[in-house]
Structure formats: structure tokens, C-alpha cells
């Protein structure tokens, strides 16, 4: 199964399951947790069910294509549904199934990991889902985003897709995996990876980047001021963007980083706080 | 009557599982024992997947047998025999036919009345109402909630199956109810399972794929992984912890075996085995101390048909081995030394600084160190280690590996040739974790261990984090044994306070709360660790008082002077010179200190007490300066005779003032050579009178 299949099945799958099938958003962000469609809508207390695939960016993971299984953007395939089901672990289980993976012949475990972001005030409880010691997905409880104790309680299922991938096709390098039958990951990606690693690592200007994340952080709260928060939110995810860059080009102080984690956690929480006042009016 | 609950949750972490079922086993007994319902045999059972608990049990409470009287026999039945109103009227009121009135006999004479039975309650009934409230009331170290539901639990509960006495018992629970049945394996054997008591219960899992007990899943584990070594001739590199998680998180045992390619055998053992077990949880193959290329892993399944658990680890374990190698070979493209001035970017503490900050310090420490303890000739090295001690945080192997921070730093300055005393002292520095772990081997670590112990300690105290009940946010608690651990082990004869002082002084004005303040603070809460880890020890905690009570200036020496008073615990001469002690301090009680003067000792019972008190303290004041306390003692405690004769025969009270305070000044002196062993006030003597005061 080629990475391409991989995706309309889990689509075909989670969407069989009443999941809306959402595009990508279209900005960069670290993980698809952080995306409007899980952040905003776990937020509030309406039922929820959402599918997408998510590339993520992680400028320090960069490797210039030269490292098996690192890359600086990955894809991830993120599965929310609020409130959480009580069979959610047999559907995931069903899931994995469907994908032609005999479970008598493997060993699926879940392994205790709780998750947490302090830069989106979020964490939760859960697992890491290992295939024959392969860590697959994240399966995770929500309990708080952007400071807010959340309720009902949403399940989140991140599959890396690369990772499951590699185990379905039984490869060793990820750029060796089939995008499609006649397309490698190598052939779309590796220019990419060896491209940005060295933009991440080397050539991103600091100056400019301190300032793109000063301006991006007044606009935040202009418009959270405005009580426009889905920009709002935006500016928070290029906050975090603009943060990352410069972590991977080394270029913090002592308190710098810290500092600049607590102020994105300050704009997402007030934005967290304002939309569920907002949605709980009547 | 046989009680069986199993509470079927999502994957719980071992932690969660172990304070759980103790939990629920002591909230259990404690209710029925509410209940007065005798509980007989009680067990329980666990997979990271099941909360088992099993007891045997009466069916419900006992009847309770009740004498109600009424009125006097005269009063109750006329002349005739026939009852009397006041009969018939108390038999109306207690709802009972009249006819069922007997004569009770009674101190106060014969009434009327009848027997009262009140039935107990069914074990049932009270089962329902309590194994919910129990389970409610469990608590996880982290909690959570799920789904619509308002309970908080480890994970979520999905299923409740319960029986009393081969019938189901059925309560709610957050929209669940309780039924006589439960799942198999949850991949292996996913069906449904009824069952009417604990031994169908125990075989039915058994056949579906789950063992519910820990001890014979870990022996399950134990005799696969000997025979995958028997013929290799080789052992596990012990990881308890290991084992005990995934005893754990598997509910039907397969140990696996698969190998990695020899070439990555040059990554040290330490690095090899953390690689293994943090990933994927495996186990790391030695002969003696030569690490094997091979693994041993638990998977939770009956076999591995296809191979492919062992091939999908091995291909993940590769990966990782892979990147490990490249990290190793990276970091050592770049020498510590070159790397260090990086430690200006990384945070120490907020208010403290960055790690280059505590390296500054640490190199003053150490100095400080080698001298007070006199091994100036590894000064060089040991400040060496400091310089260095910390730079491995700006490892990509510490990144990946935190745990391995230090050794990683001792195993790259050993790769780059430093010499071995310092990759030595930077490789055990962390050590030791906690009471049960090692102190460092070697003195330099040792020393490099204390310095960043004790600068952590009163940098965070300094700058006025409070620590409050059982938190411990930096570790400070773990800090101070460690701290006390090598200065005890390690015989370190040194002024505690003074260097308490130093750490502050080292700090300067970057501690905010006043210097006096701090180690007041530091003092007391080193007195309560050292306090605990001699009651650890199992010595008496009035030998302990009196020990500490006289200051912990020396901690080395508070631990001599313990041991002291505990190896003359049991002579004949112990109590009756506690007592003596006793009555010195007493009488000294509130005086002020006078001068002694030789030629105004009048009577021949002070005369001889001075002079044998000069004497034993010429003797002892060069071993009580080197810390000989056991031998100081048993000499001091040769003044006894002297002192009782003293006490016989001269009156210390005597009206001329100036023979009353020489008296006292010789008490004083005494007082103050045997308060430097030890406070013998606060030891406890069989049969004293509390308070006893004069």
C-alpha cells in the first residue's frame, strides 16, 4: 500500500465513522492538535467529529534529508471526536484492521504517555500506540486547551503517517516509502528536507525573525482586543512558528525562551477564555 | 460467600495499578469492618487492563436479638391471668399480638415483654452501596476525565463485573451497571465471558488469552527469558523496574528475542541499554560485562507465528541504534571544552541563572572542597570536572537520553582522553538518586556531587521557593540525602555550617533572602533529613535527639557521636550516667556561667571530683577534637563514681555564695565536656518520671 492509498483509507475509515473530512490548514504549525479545527472545537461543548490530514513542522527535527527517519515536516493523519466514544480503542483497533494489518500476528500495545503543549496551555491523558515496537499513533484524552478545562472530553488519535507507512511497507528509510506506485517520498521530499534544514538551521535570518514574532504578536492582540479570534489565532500560530525557527537556529538568551513560550500561552488562553464566553451566551 | 469485582479500564500505567488495588483492598475491609460483615481471605488480582479484587466473606450482617420490656408482670395481667389494658395497651404500641408477651426477668424484677428481632442487612445490599462510593472515591497520581461522564479515574472504565455469591451484583457506576460478565484478551480473544465464581472466572480468562496474576506473569517472564540465555550462557543487564512495568502491561506473556548488527556494539553499554529500553522497553543481553548483540523483549501475545514482532523490533531498534551512533559521533566532533561557553544560553534556574552561572560557582565549590578536606593534589581535576559537569545538557544525547545526563558527559570526556579522575567525577556527579542509590566511587565525585547538591539546595531556599508537605519541586528533599549519604560513607570531617556559608557567599547578592535567614533554614531542614535517614537506620530516636541536640556543625560527627551513645546503650554504666547527666544539667539549669576556682574547693568530695574531672578532660579533649566520641565517652563516663560521691556529700547549694558558685562552675565545666558528645538530657531512661524537673 503506497502512502497515498494509506491516507484514502484512513479517510474512507474515519469518515465511514461520521468524521468531517477537513482539508489541511494552511499554515504551519508543529503538530495538527494546534490547528482551528481541533483547538477551537474542543473547545466548547457541541458533539465533534473531524478527519485530516495535517503536514507538521518541526524545524529542529531537520536532518538535509540525510537521516532515515527525521524530517523538519512530517505528515500527520488527526482524528478528533467529542465526546469520546466507549469503544473508542476498538474502533482505532477496527482501524488498523482495515488497513490489512493482522493484529494475531503482531504485538499492539498501548504505552502510557500523557500529552502537553505549555505553548497552547493543553494537555491530556493517554497513550503511545507501538506496532511490534513501532510508535505509530498518539491516542490521547483531552483535558485542558488554552487554559480551559474542557468538557465533554474529546478523544484525539494522531497517526503518524510516515511511521505507519514504514511498518506497512516494511522499510528501514523513510524516503525509500512509495507515495504512490510510480512516486517515491524521496522524489517529493528529500529537496525539501535538505533545502529547509539548511534555511532552519543556517540561514533564517534572527533579526527578522524576532521581529516577524513581535509584530505577529501585537496583531494578536489588536484582534483579540477586536473580538476577532480566529485571526487572532492565527498570529498566535505564527508566534509559534517564528519560535521554533529560532530555537532551531540556537538563537535564544537564558530567559528568552521561557519568556516567549508564556507569551504565546498569555494569547492563546485569552483567546480559549473569550471564545467560550462567547459560544456560552445565549 | 465468595465476593468477586473486576473493574475492566483502558491500559493503566503500573504505578497507577500497584496504589490502586491497595487502595481498594484497605477502603474494602475498612467498610465491611463499618458494616461489622467479617471478612475472611482477601486478594487481588491485576493486569494494566483489570482492578481485581477477591474476598470471602459472610452473606450480611448478623441478626440482632432486642429485649423490649413494658410494664411491671404485676401490673400486666389481672387476677385471672387475663392481660390488663396497660398489657394490651404496649402490645398495640409495639405492633405485636398479646399473646407473644412474655415474663422477663430483670434486675429490677419481673416485667413484661417480648423479644425484638432485628434483621441484619444482606451482604448485598451493602455492597451495592459501597463498592461505588469506593470506586469514586480511588485516587491516581493524575487523574482524568472521559466521554460525558463525571467520575475522575486513572483511565477510562469500560466494564464492571461483579459477583456475591455465585449471583451477579449489579450497581451503577458514571452510566455503567455492574453484570456477571467480562472480555478476553482484548486483540487475542475479544469475547464476551460469563462466569459464576473466581475459579470459572480464572480459567475462562486463562483460555481468552489473560493471566490475572502479576507474580505468575513476571515468572512467566522470568523462565522464557532463561531459556532464551541458558544456551547463549549469558544474563540479563538487571532492570527491575523494567521487568515490574512490563509484568505489568501485558496480560498473556511472550518473550522475544532478535539481535542488532555488531557494528553498533562500540556505543558504550550504558548508551546501548538506554537506547533499548526507553523505546521500545527492551531488555540488553550481557556476558559478565560485555554487552551481547542481542535483545529480549515482552510482547502480549501467545507466540510470535510469523517472526514479525521480533523483525518489526529489530528494524526499529536499528533505527534507533543508528541514530544514537550518529549522535555519539556529532558530540564528539565538538570537545566539551569547546562546547561549554554554550552554557550561558541554557537555564539553571530563573532566578539563579544559567548553567554557566552554576559551573562559575561550582568551580569555587570544589576548591573549597579539596581543601577543607585536604586532597589538594586532585583540586586540578576536580575543578576540572566541574567546568565541565554540566556541558553534556547541550548534548543531542542528553536531548534524546535525558536520564543518562552526567554519565554521558563522563563517557565523552573519557572518549576525548581527559584524564580519568575527571571523566569519572562528571560521569557519577548525579549520584546519588535518593537514599538506596550508590554514592559516587571516587573522592572527586564525591566533592563535584556535594558542590552542585548544596548549590542547588540554597540557591532555590535563597531565592525563597517554598517547599510545602510533600512536594519537592526541585528535588531538594532527594538533594539533602545525597548530601548527607556521601558526607556519612565518605567520613567527611567537615564545619557543615562554614560551608553552608561559603555556598552563600559564592552566590553573593543573587540569593534574596538574607544569608543568616538561609542557613538557619538550611540547618533545620538538614537536621530533619538526617533525622529520618537514621530512623531509616533503625537507631533509637531518643539516642537520635540527643545526638542532634547538641548542633549539626559536623554531620560526619553527629553520626559518630550516635553511633557512640548506641554502642553503650546496653552497658551497666549507661543509665545511671544518664542520670547523673541529668542532674548536672539540671542543677545547672538557668545559672548564669561562673569562673572556677581551684583553691576554693573546701570539702574532700569536691576536691576529688575536680581532679578526677581534670584528668579525664586532659584525656578526652584531643579525642573529642578528632571525633573520637565512643572512646571520649567511655572515659568521661568514668567520672560517675566521683560524681555520685560529690553529690553525697556536699551541698553544690551552699549558702556562701562564693562556695555555691565555684560548685556551680565545676557542674558547668562537666556539663560542657559531656555536651560535647551529646545532649544526654534528651535520652529516655526505663522508669524515669516524665518532666523530671527540679
Same mark, same amino acid.
Given at each position: 500500500?503506497?502512502?497515498?492509498?494509506?491516507?484514502?483509507?484512513?479517510?474512507?475509515?474515519?469518515?465511514?465513522?461520521?468524521?468531517?473530512?477537513?482539508?489541511?490548514?494552511?499554515?504551519?504549525?508543529? +503538530?495538527?492538535?494546534?490547528?482551528?479545527?481541533?483547538?477551537?472545537?474542543?473547545?466548547? /461543548?457541541?458533539?465533534?467529529?473531524? +478527519?485530516?490530514?495535517?503536514?507538521?513542522?518541526?524545524?529542529?527535527?531537520?536532518?538535509?534529508?540525510?537521516?532515515?527517519?527525521?524530517?523538519? /515536516?512530517?505528515?500527520?493523519?488527526?482524528?478528533?471526536? /467529542?465526546?469520546?466514544?466507549?469503544?473508542?480503542?476498538?474502533?482505532?483497533?477496527?482501524?488498523?484492521?482495515?488497513?490489512?494489518?493482522?493484529?494475531?500476528?503482531?504485538?499492539?500495545?498501548?504505552?502510557?504517555?500523557?500529552?502537553?503543549?505549555?505553548?497552547?496551555? +493543553?494537555?491530556?491523558? $493517554?497513550?503511545?500506540?507501538?506496532?511490534?515496537?513501532?510508535?505509530?499513533?498518539?491516542?490521547?484524552?483531552?483535558?485542558?486547551?488554552?487554559?480551559?478545562?474542557?468538557?465533554?472530553?474529546?478523544?484525539?488519535?494522531?497517526? $503518524?503517517?510516515?511511521?505507519?507507512?514504514?511498518?506497512?511497507?516494511?522499510?528501514?528509510?523513510?524516503?525509500?516509502?512509495?507515495?504512490?506506485?510510480?512516486?517515491?517520498?524521496?522524489?517529493?521530499?528529500?529537496?525539501?528536507?535538505?533545502?529547509?534544514?539548511?534555511?532552519?538551521?543556517?540561514? +533564517?535570518?534572527?533579526?527578522?525573525?524576532?521581529?516577524?514574532?513581535?509584530?505577529?504578536? /501585537?496583531?494578536?492582540?489588536?484582534?483579540?482586543?477586536?473580538?476577532?479570534l480566529l485571526p487572532a489565532y492565527d498570529m498566535c500560530l505564527k508566534c509559534s512558528h517564528f519560535f521554533n525557527l529560532l530555537d532551531a537556529r540556537g538563537a535564544f538568551s537564558v530567559t528568552e525562551r521561557v519568556k516567549m513560550i508564556a507569551q504565546i500561552r498569555a494569547l492563546v488562553n485569552e483567546i480559549a477564555r473569550k471564545y467560550t464566553t462567547n459560544r456560552e451566551k445565549p | 460467600m465468595e465476593f468477586l469485582l473486576e473493574i475492566n479500564v483502558e491500559e493503566m500505567p503500573s504505578s497507577h495499578v500497584r496504589s490502586a488495588l491497595a487502595d481498594l483492598q484497605e477502603k474494602f475491609s475498612r467498610e465491611l469492618a463499618a458494616a461489622k460483615i467479617p471478612v475472611g481471605v482477601l486478594r487481588s488480582y491485576s493486569t494494566c487492563r483489570r482492578l481485581i479484587i477477591l474476598a470471602d466473606m459472610a452473606p450480611g450482617q448478623e441478626d440482632r436479638e432486642e429485649i423490649v420490656t413494658g410494664p411491671p408482670k404485676a401490673a400486666a395481667f389481672a387476677a385471672d391471668g387475663s392481660p390488663t389494658p396497660a398489657a394490651l395497651g404496649f402490645a398495640k404500641s409495639k405492633g405485636i399480638p398479646v399473646s407473644e408477651l412474655q415474663v422477663i426477668t430483670t434486675d429490677r424484677g419481673e416485667y413484661v415483654g417480648f423479644k425484638k428481632i432485628e434483621k441484619g442487612q444482606s451482604g448485598a445490599d451493602i455492597l451495592v452501596r459501597i463498592i461505588p462510593q469506593i470506586l469514586s472515591s480511588l485516587s491516581f497520581p493524575k487523574m482524568m476525565r472521559w466521554g460525558e461522564g463525571s467520575l475522575r479515574f486513572s483511565r477510562p472504565i469500560r466494564n464492571i463485573f461483579c459477583l456475591f455469591g455465585e449471583k451477579p451484583l449489579t450497581f451503577s457506576l458514571d452510566g455503567l451497571t455492574?453484570?456477571? %460478565?467480562? @472480555?478476553?484478551?482484548?486483540?487475542? %480473544?475479544?469475547?464476551?465471558?460469563?462466569?459464576?465464581?473466581?475459579?470459572?472466572?480464572?480459567?475462562?480468562?486463562?483460555?481468552?488469552?489473560?493471566?490475572?496474576?502479576?507474580?505468575?506473569?513476571?515468572?512467566?517472564?522470568?523462565?522464557?527469558?532463561?531459556?532464551? *540465555?541458558?544456551?547463549?550462557?549469558?544474563?540479563?543487564?538487571?532492570?527491575?523496574?523494567?521487568?515490574?512495568?512490563?509484568a505489568n502491561d501485558v496480560e498473556y506473556p511472550y518473550v522475544f528475542m532478535g539481535s542488532f548488527p555488531e557494528g553498533y556494539l562500540n556505543l558504550p553499554l550504558e548508551i546501548l541499554s538506554t537506547a533499548m529500553r526507553e523505546g521500545q522497553k527492551l531488555f540488553s543481553v550481557v556476558k559478565g560485562k560485555k554487552q551481547l548483540p542481542f535483545f529480549l523483549g515482552v510482547a502480549d501475545s501467545p507466540a510470535d507465528p510469523k517472526g514479525f514482532i521480533q523483525k518489526g523490533n529489530e528494524r526499529v531498534l536499528k533505527a534507533r541504534l543508528e541514530d544514537a551512533r550518529f549522535f555519539w559521533e556529532q558530540d564528539l566532533k565538538t570537545s566539551l571544552k569547546k562546547r561549554a561557553p554554550k552554557l550561558k544560553l541554557v537555564l539553571f534556574q530563573e532566578k539563579l541563572g544559567s548553567y554557566d552561572d552554576k559551573v562559575q560557582r561550582l568551580k569555587k565549590l570544589t576548591a573549597y572542597l579539596c581543601a577543607k578536606t585536604e586532597v589538594a593534589k586532585i583540586e586540578k581535576d576536580v575543578v576540572q570536572a566541574a567546568e565541565l559537569?554540566?556541558?553534556?545538557?547541550?548534548?543531542? @544525547?542528553?536531548?534524546?537520553?535525558?536520564?543518562?545526563?552526567?554519565?554521558?558527559?563522563?563517557?565523552?570526556?573519557?572518549?576525548?582522553?581527559?584524564?580519568?579522575?575527571?571523566?569519572?567525577?562528571?560521569?557519577?556527579?548525579?549520584?546519588?538518586?535518593?537514599?538506596?542509590?550508590?554514592?559516587?566511587?571516587?573522592?572527586?565525585?564525591?566533592?563535584?556531587?556535594?558542590?552542585?547538591?548544596?548549590?542547588?539546595?540554597?540557591?532555590?531556599?535563597?531565592?525563597?521557593?517554598? @517547599?510545602?508537605?510533600?512536594?519537592?519541586?526541585?528535588?531538594?528533599?532527594?538533594?539533602?540525602?545525597?548530601?548527607?549519604?556521601?558526607?556519612?560513607?565518605?567520613?567527611?570531617?567537615?564545619? !557543615?555550617?562554614?560551608?553552608?556559608?561559603?555556598?552563600?557567599?559564592?552566590?553573593?547578592?543573587?540569593?534574596?533572602?538574607?544569608?543568616?535567614?538561609?542557613?538557619?533554614?538550611?540547618?533545620?531542614? !538538614?537536621?530533619?533529613?538526617?533525622?529520618?535517614?537514621?530512623?531509616?537506620?533503625?537507631?533509637?530516636?531518643?539516642?537520635?535527639?540527643?545526638?542532634?541536640?547538641?548542633?549539626?556543625?559536623?554531620?560526619?560527627?553527629?553520626?559518630?557521636?550516635?553511633? %557512640?551513645?548506641?554502642?553503650?546503650?546496653?552497658?551497666?554504666?549507661?543509665?545511671?550516667?544518664?542520670? @547523673?547527666?541529668?542532674?548536672?544539667?539540671?542543677?545547672?539549669?538557668?545559672?548564669?556561667?561562673?569562673?572556677?576556682? %581551684?583553691?576554693?574547693?573546701?570539702?574532700?568530695?569536691?576536691?576529688?571530683?575536680?581532679?578526677?574531672f581534670s584528668i579525664i578532660k586532659e584525656n578526652v579533649t584531643p579525642m573529642l577534637a578528632k571525633g573520637d566520641f565512643s572512646q571520649a565517652q567511655k572515659i568521661i563516663?568514668?567520672?560517675?563514681?566521683?560524681?555520685?560521691?560529690?553529690?553525697?556529700?556536699?551541698?553544690?547549694?551552699?549558702?556562701?555564695?562564693?562556695?555555691?558558685?565555684?560548685?556551680?562552675?565545676? *557542674?558547668?565545666?562537666?556539663?560542657?565536656?559531656?555536651?560535647?558528645?551529646?545532649?544526654?538530657?534528651?535520652v529516655v531512661v526505663e522508669g524515669e518520671k516524665p518532666n523530671n524537673k527540679r
Open positions: 500500500m503506497s502512502l497515498q492509498n494509506l491516507v484514502m483509507s484512513l479517510q474512507k475509515f474515519w469518515t465511514d465513522q461520521g468524521c468531517y473530512l477537513a482539508p489541511s490548514y494552511d499554515l504551519e504549525v508543529g +503538530a495538527g492538535t494546534m490547528t482551528p479545527d481541533t483547538f477551537f472545537r474542543v473547545l466548547d /461543548k457541541r458533539p465533534w467529529k473531524v +478527519a485530516y490530514v495535517q503536514p507538521s513542522r518541526r524545524p529542529t527535527d531537520g536532518r538535509f534529508g540525510q537521516n532515515p527517519h527525521r524530517l523538519q /515536516k512530517h505528515y500527520q493523519f488527526q482524528v478528533i471526536i /467529542k465526546p469520546s466514544p466507549a469503544d473508542i480503542q476498538k474502533i482505532y483497533i477496527d482501524g488498523l484492521a482495515s488497513l490489512g494489518i493482522n493484529l494475531a500476528d503482531h504485538d499492539l500495545r498501548f504505552d502510557e504517555d500523557d500529552w502537553e503543549s505549555p505553548t497552547i496551555g +493543553a494537555w491530556g491523558v $493517554g497513550w503511545q500506540v507501538m506496532l511490534d515496537g513501532l510508535e505509530i499513533s498518539q491516542f490521547t484524552y483531552f483535558q485542558q486547551a488554552g487554559g480551559v478545562e474542557i468538557f465533554p472530553i474529546p478523544v484525539e488519535i494522531t497517526y $503518524g503517517l510516515e511511521r505507519l507507512e514504514m511498518f506497512l511497507e516494511e522499510k528501514d528509510n523513510i524516503y525509500d516509502l512509495k507515495w504512490s506506485e510510480d512516486v517515491s517520498y524521496r522524489d517529493l521530499r528529500f529537496e525539501e528536507e535538505k533545502e529547509f534544514s539548511e534555511y532552519n538551521f543556517n540561514q +533564517a535570518t534572527v533579526k527578522s525573525l524576532r521581529k516577524y514574532f513581535e509584530l505577529s504578536e /501585537k496583531e494578536a492582540a489588536h484582534l483579540i482586543e477586536k473580538n476577532l | 455492574s453484570h456477571n %460478565a467480562t @472480555m478476553g484478551h482484548k486483540l487475542l %480473544a475479544p469475547q464476551k465471558i460469563e462466569a459464576r465464581n473466581f475459579q470459572e472466572y480464572k480459567d475462562a480468562l486463562q483460555e481468552k488469552r489473560v493471566i490475572i496474576d502479576e507474580a505468575e506473569r513476571k515468572q512467566l517472564i522470568l523462565g522464557q527469558i532463561e531459556s532464551h *540465555l541458558a544456551p547463549l550462557n549469558a544474563q540479563l543487564y538487571p532492570d527491575p523496574e523494567l521487568l515490574a512495568k512490563l559537569s554540566k556541558v553534556d545538557l547541550l548534548t543531542d @544525547m542528553v536531548r534524546e537520553f535525558p536520564g543518562l545526563q552526567g554519565k554521558v558527559g563522563g563517557l565523552y570526556a573519557k572518549a576525548e582522553g581527559l584524564p580519568a579522575t575527571v571523566a569519572q567525577a562528571i560521569y557519577e556527579h548525579y549520584q546519588p538518586v535518593g537514599l538506596e542509590d550508590e554514592p559516587p566511587s571516587t573522592t572527586a565525585g564525591a566533592l563535584l556531587s556535594l558542590a552542585d547538591k548544596l548549590d542547588s539546595i540554597v540557591g532555590v531556599v535563597g531565592v525563597g521557593i517554598q @517547599m510545602t508537605g510533600s512536594s519537592d519541586p526541585f528535588g531538594l528533599r532527594r538533594n539533602a540525602q545525597g548530601v548527607c549519604k556521601i558526607i556519612l560513607e565518605r567520613k567527611l570531617n567537615l564545619s !557543615f555550617l562554614r560551608l553552608l556559608d561559603k555556598v552563600c557567599a559564592v552566590y553573593g547578592d543573587k540569593l534574596k533572602r538574607p544569608k543568616e535567614e538561609v542557613i538557619d533554614y538550611c540547618r533545620e531542614f !538538614f537536621l530533619n533529613r538526617l533525622r529520618s535517614i537514621f530512623d531509616k537506620w533503625g537507631f533509637r530516636y531518643d539516642l537520635v535527639n540527643a545526638a542532634l541536640g547538641v548542633g549539626i556543625d559536623n554531620l560526619y560527627y553527629s553520626y559518630l557521636r550516635l553511633k %557512640a551513645l548506641d554502642s553503650l546503650k546496653s552497658s551497666p554504666q549507661f543509665e545511671p550516667m544518664i542520670l @547523673m547527666a541529668k542532674r548536672v544539667h539540671n542543677i545547672i539549669g538557668g545559672q548564669p556561667p561562673g569562673a572556677m576556682n %581551684a583553691d576554693l574547693f573546701e570539702e574532700k568530695g569536691e576536691r576529688e571530683l575536680y581532679s578526677t563516663f568514668r567520672i560517675q563514681p566521683s560524681l555520685n560521691n560529690f553529690f553525697d556529700h556536699v551541698l553544690v547549694m551552699a549558702k556562701e555564695t562564693k562556695l555555691r558558685k565555684n560548685r556551680l562552675a565545676l *557542674l558547668q565545666a562537666i556539663s560542657k565536656i559531656l555536651n560535647q558528645i551529646a545532649d544526654y538530657s534528651q
